[in-house]
C-alpha cells in the first residue's frame, strides 16, 4: 500500500474510531476535524491513481462516492447524465448492480431510481441516509484493504 493511500486510511479508521459518520461534501460537518474530508480525499485518489481498468469493487466505491458528492454539489442530475464524463451508463449499471449483489439494496434501490425514472428525491434520501453510504465506504475499504492495483502513471496532459 503506498503512502497516501495508508494516510487515507489512517483517516478514516480514525473516523470511524470515533463513531463518525462523514459524507464526501461535507465530511463531518466539523472543521476542526483533520480527518473530516477523508472521502472526497479518496475520491481524488482514485481519480489520480486508478482511473482505468479499476476492479468492480473499486468502480462501485468509486461511483457511489461521485455520487453522493455530486448530489450534494449540484444535484443528482449531472451524475446520471455523466456530466463530468466519470459515471457512463454502462458503470451505473455495473453499480447498482454490484450494490445489490453485496447486499446494499437500500442504496442499490435509490441509486437505479435515478438510473430508471426520477433524481426526485435523491437528495432527500442521501441526506437522511448518510449512514447507510458511510457504511458501504467503510465495508467495501475494509474488505479490499490489500487488493488495492498498484497505482497508475499520471495522466500529465491532463
Not at 35 to 56: F, M, Q, T
Not at 70 to 84: H, L, M, R
Request: aromatic share 14%; net charge negative.
Amino acid at each position: 500500500m503506498d503512502m497516501e493511500l495508508d494516510q487515507l486510511y489512517k483517516s478514516i479508521d480514525r473516523l470511524k474510531a470515533k463513531g463518525a459518520v462523514a459524507d464526501t461534501y461535507g465530511g463531518t460537518d466539523d472543521p476542526c476535524d483533520p480527518d473530516g474530508g477523508a472521502l472526497s480525499d479518496l475520491i481524488e485518489y482514485i481519480c489520480v491513481w486508478h482511473s482505468k481498468n479499476r476492479p468492480d469493487w473499486l468502480e462501485a466505491l468509486y461511483q457511489v462516492l461521485s455520487w453522493q458528492y455530486q448530489t450534494f454539489y449540484e444535484g443528482a442530475g449531472g451524475y446520471y447524465e455523466n456530466f463530468y464524463g466519470e459515471s457512463p451508463r454502462e458503470l451505473q449499471v455495473k453499480t447498482a448492480d454490484f450494490l445489490e449483489e453485496h447486499g446494499y439494496l437500500e442504496i442499490a434501490a435509490q441509486y437505479r431510481q435515478g438510473m430508471d425514472s426520477t433524481i426526485q428525491g435523491i437528495y432527500e434520501w442521501m441526506g437522511d441516509n448518510l449512514e447507510a453510504v458511510w457504511q458501504f465506504c467503510l465495508d467495501v475499504l475494509e474488505a479490499h484493504r490489500l487488493d488495492w492495483p498498484e497505482p497508475e502513471e499520471r495522466d500529465t496532459d491532463v
